[in-house]
């Protein structure tokens, strides 16, 4: 049983560039969220989403930030306009439900802006 | 705010003794109490999950006590070794459905 998956491992981007993240759920789980860990600094909660419908971003930056999860193909976490501060790892997590509280992580995506 | 605090010096511990680690909250009512395992370069790798009406949870080797008058968790490994050298947090969730917050993490080194 596949666990979440996350491509790319490693992302390089120049400042302006654009970055995409994807995250393909364990098998079953049809809720993701993602979160953000900086350097020296705890796991951040981004968004939460099902099948097409954005649950909850309140921890989503207000701009340059997007997600999808759409009705079929992994999850797609989106950075416009990379900053150097954008520079951190992204995790993906999946439950079965929306009643699930324990969410399974993915390997992250490492994201470094030049 | 929601404030979540662990121990941020690393705890450097025996083989074989028992580790403790400690996981604090203020202004939160959580539902329950999550303790993930984080080795580095990797994701977060779920342990143990404590809810507001549980006292303490076992598995195998690990202990989590939860006192929500106190808002503090505690987690312990025994007979700890190695292996168990890791980043070890502490998570908070309102409920089924809802954002993990998470604490710093504590790092534990097990030596021989």
């Known amino acids: 049983n596949a666990g979440v998956m996350q491509n790319p491992r490693h992302l390089v981007r120049r400042r302006g560039q654009e970055a995409r993240l994807r995250c393909s759920p364990m098998k079953g789980h049809s809720h993701v969220y993602w979160y953000r860990q900086l350097p020296e600094e705890g796991l951040k909660f981004m968004v939460y989403l099902q099948k097409e419908n954005i649950i909850d971003e309140s921890g989503m930056p207000k701009e340059r930030f997007s997600a999808e999860f759409p009705k079929e193909g992994p999850s797609i976490l989106r950075i416009q306009q990379v900053v150097r501060g954008d520079s951190a790892a992204y995790f993906c997590?999946?439950?079965?439900?929306?009643?699930?509280?324990?969410?399974?992580f993915g390997p992250g995506t490492r994201l470094t802006v030049l | 705010s929601q404030k979540i605090e662990q121990n941020s010096e690393a705890l450097n511990i025996q083989e074989g003794k028992t580790a403790t680690l400690t996981c604090n909250y203020t202004?939160?009512?959580?539902?329950?109490l999550q303790w993930y395992r984080q080795d580095p370069g990797r994701g977060p790798v779920f342990l143990l999950l404590i809810r507001e009406n549980e006292k303490e949870k076992r598995k195998e080797r690990l202990k989590v006590t939860f006192d929500t008058t106190l808002k503090q968790s505690l987690f312990h490994i025994t007979a700890s070794q190695p292996a168990d050298s890791a980043t070890y947090l502490c998570?908070?969730?309102?409920?089924?459905?809802?954002?993990?917050?998470f604490g710093t993490g504590t790092q534990l080194k097990v030596e021989l």
């Open positions: 998570a908070l969730g309102a409920g089924g459905g809802n954002k993990l917050t």
């Open positions: 202004n939160y009512s959580p539902a329950y």
């Open positions: 997590a999946s439950s079965p439900q929306g009643n699930s509280d324990t969410q399974y």
